[in-house]
């Protein structure tokens, strides 16, 4: 599928690199007018700089999902978007948040993680509908985690929210249907990003790396590409009959019916 999406313009959060970036990068050149956001502005500013020396089509969108008021500041500010990428997500900008039994952590471990992963794909949702709704279109996708589908052991907060933005997700698809708007969620398997690079580099960590692919029929990890393929197809035109739906991109780590 290679679809047209020029004249939209789309908003990916925690674009500043990896897995946004990716999706970022395959939007503008798919035609889209594409806002980067990330927490920190000088990781979106590169991205930017990088589309547009492609020839694309982007713009920095810097704010923090977990904060309700400057999302809807910055996406009124902004003017509508038609395509919603809700990527940012972990504990943190650099962390998964506490990595324990659940019996080992407390709730203030837990609030960052749920912030992030579920009420900051619920506020950026909720400032673009409007505008969706209005234009009778638009792409809400969620990125999410097999950790949500499977569970995650000694991830259970993570585990947690991103379930929760699946079921989110899910309901919203429901309430919007009408209006010519899909919302969809790409689940993940384990992925190579800068997070991870250390498990699939370091030499001393051979043996976990090989009990980590194991699992996988496709004996890699994911790749930012595989993540951005999944959700430009989603964001095409001729999506428009694939809704409330949940998209494993795992290597086949898990299958679902």
């Not at 940012?88 to 709730?107: R, S, Y």
């Not at 052991?153 to 309430?175: L, N, T």
């Amino acid at each position: 599928m290679d679809p047209d999406l020029s004249g939209r313009r789309a908003l990916v959060t925690g674009a500043g690199q990896s897995i946004g970036a990716s999706i970022a990068r395959h939007l503008a050149a798919a035609g889209c007018e594409v806002l980067v956001n990330d927490v920190l502005p000088d990781r979106a500013e590169a991205v930017v700089a990088e589309i547009t020396a492609d020839g694309g089509a982007a713009h920095m969108l810097p704010f923090d999902v977990t904060d309700h008021e400057a999302v809807s500041a910055a996406l009124t500010a902004a003017e509508g978007v038609d395509i919603l990428v809700n990527n940012a997500g972990n504990g943190g900008v650099d962390t998964f948040g506490t990595i324990a039994p659940f019996v080992g952590t407390t709730p203030p471990d837990w609030q960052d993680v749920i912030a992030v992963n579920l009420y900051g794909v619920m506020n950026c949702t909720h400032s673009v509908l409007p505008h969706m709704t209005a234009a009778g279109w638009g792409r809400i996708i969620t990125i999410s985690s097999d950790a949500g589908r499977t569970g995650g052991a000694r991830y259970a907060a993570y585990s947690a929210a991103k379930a929760g933005a699946a079921g989110f997700s899910r309901a919203i698809a429901r309430e919007v249907a009408r209006f010519g708007i899909t919302v969809n969620t790409v689940s993940l398997g384990t992925m190579r990003t800068p997070m991870t690079e250390s498990l699939w580099s370091d030499p001393n960590q051979e043996d976990l790396r090989r009990s980590v692919l194991t699992s996988y029929l496709v004996r890699r990890p994911g790749e930012p590409d595989d993540a951005a393929w999944a959700v430009l197809s989603l964001a095409s035109p001729k999506a428009a009959w694939i809704t409330g739906q949940t998209i494993a991109v795992n290597g086949g780590s898990s299958m679902t019916l």
